[in-house]
């Protein structure tokens, strides 16, 4: 492709992809470190283990491949699949949940459909998707965070260590798992909302801090990167108020039984979702219009399949499904060139 | 139209046409009831019996039915048959009957069959349609058969369980189990699990084929290459 010459003043940004891809792992990491502050090391160590498996994975397919390895790996996109599928686990999900999430992710997900760039599914989702399905029990339970009052069996670094890798050896585990408050409020019954705000331990405000304040620091996480300019503001955005806006409408509605948007924006993994995962550039829309029907579509899925679906939250899913739509909606949303009406509006009208 | 000889049959309904791996059909009951080998062998006997009656029944009456109303005539003929396989598991299979559960009536809708009937039988003498009807069924059971063990193996851990379903009390303790304690693997037992080994089947047919063909084409003899001319552009004088 031939660049355009222009005239000075130039913008220096991130050129290389694997630039982009060390930023946006770097600005995972005020997330990452509210969660090992309130959950204890296991993601800490499940992002190690997870980016050890994506990168061995992805050098082992490309040298079956025939291409260069070193030239692939340093694009660094295997080592951000591992470190979000370790961000997304339970923290103490075992060594084997996170190997076969990564293995799948990287092998089946991204190579099988032609390797970077060519994966239509973000390979991080449809890794977590497959071990959500097949292993909703290790799925489900999550430690009760530092926060807690009376909470004083977060497990040191050695004793997450053996839990993770049990065949290391050592003493079992005997931490405190509770549910997620998505989960909780999802398996709330008859009970109003108000009820379960003052009952439930992990909708305590000591609890509930600790959801909060992770959720912001992806939050932060994303506004450096927005910064940074890795993507542009119309996919995270449009999640965001699309699910603040039908979230509220519900929650105006009945709130006795519907989650408030705070519950929703701040208590699951939209934060995580909405800058990390939904922003993906390979398999999101790209046209500008159409980036903000990707989002605002998303926010709106994991409403639905949170509030009305089987499961507790639901980004995973909804990304995936918006990754099937998103060749379609960049068909109807290409952006008129200047001069010119825009393709399919001209084959309708005959011309 | 020239007839194909019996090995060509035998070849394509097993292997070159295969009708899961290669035509691609009937792939709603083999994704839907390979989750266990004795599913998978139950389905394949009972569409194998459908295409072999199916084929010979059209064979027969090729040269009656107007070419309009073939199709009506052809899915009466398919229905007829799976009705009668269907009476029959319910009678001697009971249990398995009720596993399989709305795939044994759903043999009519599977193209396989009807695919078979259109293009072969109505135009092949009845013993090829037969040969056809069995190697095109058999072609199919194996495939779900190796799909079927896939699944059970990965998904439980087992191999040949409840094989009593179909066989009777001789196969009661058949069962291996491969690995003790295994939790399960959900995912393989379920749709989108059967559709990734599928694929992967469909994927090793062509690693087989590529090795074959780039096999017979090292052994060939030369003597076909070396008088073909050799058109080289630029430098000719």
């Known amino acids: 492709m031939a660049l355009l010459k222009i005239t000075s003043p130039h913008m220096s940004s991130a050129g290389k992809t694997g630039d982009v891809m060390l930023t946006v792992v770097l600005a995972t990491l005020p997330g990452l470190a509210l969660l090992t502050w309130f959950f204890g090391w296991g993601n800490l160590i499940n992002i190690a283990w997870a980016s050890l498996v994506a990168v061995s994975c992805e050098a082992l397919v490309i040298s079956i491949r025939q291409r260069s390895v070193m030239f692939y790996l340093t694009d660094y996109s295997a080592l951000l699949t591992g470190v979000l599928i370790g961000l997304s686990l339970p923290s103490l999900a075992p060594w084997w949940l996170t190997l076969i999430a990564t293995s799948f992710a990287i092998i089946f997900a991204k190579h099988l459909y032609g390797g970077m760039g060519q994966n239509p599914f973000n390979p991080a989702m449809v890794g977590y998707a497959l071990v959500l399905i097949a292993f909703p029990v290790e799925m489900t339970s999550w430690l009760a965070p530092k926060s807690l009052p009376g909470n004083d069996q977060i497990p040191s670094f050695l004793q997450t260590l053996t839990a993770i890798f049990p065949f290391v050896g050592g003493e079992a585990v005997d931490a405190f798992t509770m549910a997620t408050p998505l989960d909780t409020f999802k398996h709330k019954g008859e009970q109003l909302a108000a009820q379960l705000w003052a009952s439930e331990p992990v909708l305590s405000p000591s609890s509930w801090l600790a959801w909060q304040s992770i959720s912001a620091g992806y939050l932060l996480g994303g506004a450096y990167l927005l910064y940074k300019k890795v993507f542009t503001w119309h996919t995270p955005v449009a999640l965001l108020v699309a699910m603040t806006i039908i979230s509220g409408i519900f929650w105006l509605i009945d709130p006795d039984s519907y989650g408030s948007p705070l519950l929703h924006l701040l208590g699951g993994a939209t934060m995580l979702g909405a800058f990390f995962i939904a922003t993906d550039p390979v398999s999101s829309a790209t046209s500008v219009k159409g980036r903000l029907y990707y989002g605002a579509a998303i926010g709106i899925l994991v409403y639905i399949i949170r509030t009305w679906g089987n499961y507790p939250d639901a980004i995973a899913f909804a990304v995936l499904l918006m990754n099937f739509a998103a060749p379609f909606i960049d068909y109807y949303t290409q952006p008129r060139t200047y001069g010119h009406q825009i393709s399919h509006q001209k084959t309708r009208s005959g011309q | ?237």
């Open chain 2, 1 to 237: 139209m020239a007839n194909k000889s019996y090995q060509e049959i035998i070849t394509d309904g097993l292997w070159t046409n295969n009708p899961a791996l290669v035509q691609l059909l009937g792939l709603c009951p083999l994704l839907a009831v390979t989750g266990s080998v004795v599913n998978a062998l139950g389905l394949g006997l009972a569409t194998t019996l459908v295409l072999i009656g199916s084929n010979l029944s059209v064979s027969m009456i090729r040269h009656y039915v107007p070419d309009t109303v073939r199709l009506p005539a052809f899915v009466m003929i398919i229905a007829s048959f799976v009705t009668c396989i269907e009476l029959v598991s319910q009678a001697f299979t009971y249990d398995l009957y009720l596993s399989l559960g709305i795939f044994i009536p759903l043999i009519v809708t599977n193209c396989a069959i009807l695919g078979r009937a259109e293009a072969f039988a109505r135009k092949n003498p009845l013993t090829e349609s037969f040969i056809d009807g069995l190697m095109m069924g058999v072609g199919f059971t194996l495939v779900l058969l190796v799909l079927g063990a896939m699944r059970e193996i990965i998904g439980q851990g087992t191999l040949f369980s409840d094989m009593d379903l179909l066989l009777g009390p001789i196969a009661a303790g058949w069962k291996v189990t491969l690995i003790d304690d295994y939790r399960g693997f959900l995912f393989a037992i379920l749709p989108p699990g059967a559709f990734i080994g599928m694929g992967l089947l469909i994927a090793l047919k062509s690693i087989i084929d590529n090795r074959i063909k780039t096999y017979q084409d090292a052994h060939r003899d030369r003597s076909s290459v070396t008088d073909r001319r050799v058109r080289v552009t630029g430098e000719i004088k």
